[in-house]
């Protein structure tokens, strides 16, 4: 039998074990269907398992490339568990609520941030059972971009799943499965119809959208990181419990060194202005580097490069500063155009190094568009191994879960500084606006006490990171 008639052969017994019925239904919900489906039943029916395995197996399996399969509960687990042995693939099993006991975990199997698992699913209405899974895969750094159903409802389902990078592979469409069943007289012309004129009235709501780097823990993502400086900082953060930032915006190499004395241990990131400091001494860096090492905290010089490649080379390795000698990272403006990336890719022959691309500002009245910032991400995007990440002040900016959006502009109260700097809470950008690391400047250097500030803003922020990978706030 060729592949065409195998799938025919299947429509036939599908509805010859009731897996397909049709007539006057009532769905869970209370709407009311001239067909039915219940896949459920094809476990009493090992030769429908087994051509169904067949078919997945050569319709989808055979020329993908995919490190795991993952049924969606429970109709489908069978199926992947056939389709697992059949073509050799590892399989994980997805839980539908997480155990009272033990691990929390949602996910079973063997598996590692980065890898591919492709899904398995009976049948596609509005693609939500689809999602669920999707949501505990990519929670847990794996990707998750395809998946292969045997039945899709024709109902918008395709369509929701392609708006959270989801693409469905379908054995049948209701339309295909229906022209089969009228071809070999198990249903009237008339049924055909019938079915096929409630399919173009009935679509299926638009489910949520669940396409969000924000969801996932720091420890994974720094799995999916390219650049060694921001797989090193979403670690610290992960181990230290910390998404701070501390902009040390002062002058004198003293009162740095003092306020990081103190506040070291509460921050993940130092955040400099080299060319702020009246009294710089080579002295100043050995104890800087010193002080980031002992409290594990590592240093981004706010440099905001923006000139040709060949200068800003210069300025990043040569000059009073040497910032390339002991800064992890630096603050690079893409005005110029790509050849900015270019000089400080090739200027560090190897040494660990990372790029904060800025990709929006937070002061009032900037002249960075949309288009612009667009335009940023991709360039960014060609240089996988030189970029942590992007400063910017939104969430929708990138989605690349492996980079850091680094976000300045916080304060617990004020809203604006009189000089256009605009200020939001540490709430607002860790819960709407996606931020990942958050750079406080005098929100705890002008404070009376920096150090119970800096306090203060470490928990507000970590709870509020905790509370967005649980899921349990409003997207
Ligand atoms: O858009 C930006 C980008 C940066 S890096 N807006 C900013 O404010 N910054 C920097 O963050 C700015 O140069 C300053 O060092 C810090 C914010 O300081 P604060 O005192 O307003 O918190």
Same mark, same amino acid.
């Given at each position: *039998?060729?592949?065409?008639?195998?799938?025919?052969?299947?429509?036939?017994?599908?509805?010859?074990?009731?897996?397909?019925?049709?007539?006057?239904?009532?769905?869970?919900?209370?709407?009311?269907?001239?067909?039915?489906?219940?896949?459920?039943?094809?476990?009493?029916?090992?030769?429908?398992?087994?051509?169904?395995?067949?078919?997945?197996?050569?319709?989808?399996?055979?020329?993908?490339?995919?490190?795991?399969?993952?049924?969606?509960?429970? !109709?489908?687990?069978?199926?992947?568990?056939?389709?697992?042995?059949?073509?050799?693939?590892?399989?994980? *099993?997805?839980?539908?609520?997480?155990?009272?006991?033990?691990?929390?975990? *949602?996910?079973?199997?063997?598996?590692?941030? /980065?890898?591919?698992?492709?899904?398995?699913?009976?049948?596609?209405?509005?693609?939500?059972?689809?999602?669920?899974?999707?949501?505990?895969?990519?929670?847990?750094?794996?990707?998750?971009?395809?998946?292969?159903?045997?039945?899709?409802?024709?109902?918008?389902?395709?369509?929701?799943?392609?708006?959270?990078?989801?693409?469905?592979?379908?054995?049948?469409?209701?339309?295909?499965?229906?022209?089969?069943?009228?071809?070999?007289?198990?249903?009237?012309?008339?049924?055909?119809?019938?079915?096929?004129?409630?399919?173009?009235?009935?679509?299926?709501?638009?489910?949520?959208?669940?396409?969000?780097?924000?969801?996932?823990?720091?420890?994974?993502?720094?799995?999916?990181?390219?650049?060694?400086?921001?797989?090193?900082?979403?670690?610290? *953060?992960?181990?230290?419990?910390?998404?701070?930032?501390?902009?040390?915006?002062?002058?004198?190499?003293?009162?740095?060194?003092?306020?990081?004395?103190?506040?070291?241990?509460?921050?993940?990131?130092?955040?400099?202005?080299?060319?702020?400091?009246?009294?710089?001494?080579?002295?100043?860096? !050995?104890?800087?580097?010193?002080?980031?090492?002992?409290?594990?905290?590592?240093?981004?010089?706010?440099?905001?490069?923006?000139?040709?490649?060949?200068?800003?080379?210069?300025?990043?390795?040569?000059?009073?500063?040497?910032?390339?000698?002991?800064?992890?990272?630096?603050?690079?403006?893409?005005?110029?155009?790509?050849?900015?990336?270019?000089?400080?890719?090739?200027?560090?022959?190897?040494?660990?190094?990372?790029?904060?691309?800025?990709?929006?500002?937070?002061?009032?009245?900037?002249?960075?568009?949309?288009?612009?910032?667009?335009?940023?991400?991709?360039?960014?995007?060609?240089?996988?191994?030189?970029?942590?990440?992007?400063?910017?002040?939104?969430?929708?900016?990138?989605?690349?879960?492996?980079?850091?959006?680094?976000?300045?502009?916080?304060?617990?109260?004020?809203?604006?500084?009189?000089?256009?700097?605009?200020?939001?809470?540490?709430?607002?950008?860790?819960?709407?606006? /996606?931020?990942?690391?958050?750079?406080?400047?005098?929100?705890?250097?002008?404070?009376?006490?920096?150090?119970?500030?800096?306090?203060?803003?470490?928990?507000?922020?970590?709870?509020?990171?905790?509370?967005?990978?649980?899921?349990?706030?409003?997207?």
């Amino acid at each position: *039998m060729c592949d065409e008639q195998k799938l025919e052969h299947l429509a036939v017994k599908l509805f010859e074990i009731n897996a397909v019925k049709f007539g006057e239904f009532t769905t869970k919900s209370g709407i009311k269907t001239p067909v039915y489906f219940d896949l459920r039943v094809i476990v009493s029916y090992p030769e429908v398992m087994q051509l169904i395995s067949n078919l997945i197996h050569d319709f989808a399996l055979k020329d993908t490339k995919c490190d795991h399969l993952c049924g969606v509960p429970y !109709t489908a687990l069978p199926i992947a568990t056939l389709l697992s042995v059949q073509a050799n693939i590892p399989m994980l *099993m997805r839980r539908k609520e997480a155990k009272a006991y033990g691990t929390k975990k *949602m996910i079973e199997g063997h598996y590692k941030a /980065g890898q591919k698992c492709l899904i398995i699913e009976d049948v596609v209405t509005s693609g939500s059972s689809v999602l669920e899974t999707v949501k505990d895969l990519r929670k847990e750094g794996l990707v998750a971009e395809e998946a292969v159903i045997i039945l899709d409802r024709e109902q918008g389902g395709r369509q929701n799943l392609a708006t959270n990078d989801v693409a469905i592979k379908s054995l049948f469409t209701m339309s295909n499965l229906i022209n089969i069943l009228v071809e070999h007289n198990k249903i009237s012309a008339q049924m055909a119809l019938k079915v096929k004129n409630y399919l173009n009235d009935t679509k299926a709501p638009a489910v949520e959208n669940i396409q969000d780097r924000t969801l996932l823990p720091y420890e994974k993502r720094a799995e999916l990181a390219t650049n060694s400086i921001a797989k090193e900082l979403f670690n610290i *953060m992960a181990t230290k419990k910390t998404n701070l930032c501390l902009s040390v915006d002062l002058t004198t190499t003293t009162s740095i060194l003092d306020l990081l004395e103190k506040v070291g241990e509460h921050v993940c990131l130092v955040k400099t202005h080299i060319d702020i400091i009246e009294d710089f001494s080579a002295d100043f860096i !050995t104890r800087l580097k010193s002080l980031a090492k002992r409290f594990n905290f590592l240093i981004l010089e706010d440099r905001k490069y923006a000139d040709i490649g060949n200068t800003v080379s210069l300025q990043y390795l040569k000059g009073l500063y040497k910032v390339a000698e002991w800064a992890d990272c630096v603050t690079v403006h893409s005005l110029p155009g790509e050849g900015i990336l270019k000089a400080l890719n090739n200027s560090t022959n190897g040494v660990s190094q990372g790029v904060f691309l800025l990709a929006e500002m937070s002061s009032e009245g900037n002249l960075i568009t949309p288009d612009y910032t667009e335009e940023t991400v991709k360039m960014a995007l060609k240089y996988p191994n030189l970029m942590c990440g992007f400063v910017c002040q939104n969430k929708s900016t990138f989605k690349e879960p492996g980079l850091i959006q680094l976000t300045p502009g916080v304060q617990l109260e004020s809203t604006k500084d009189g000089l256009g700097q605009v200020y939001n809470t540490p709430e607002k950008v860790m819960l709407e606006k /996606g931020a990942d690391v958050v750079v406080v400047g005098r929100g705890i250097v002008a404070a009376k006490s920096p150090e119970s500030q800096a306090l203060v803003y470490k928990d507000v922020l970590w709870k509020n990171y905790l509370k967005r990978v649980s899921g349990k706030m409003e997207l």
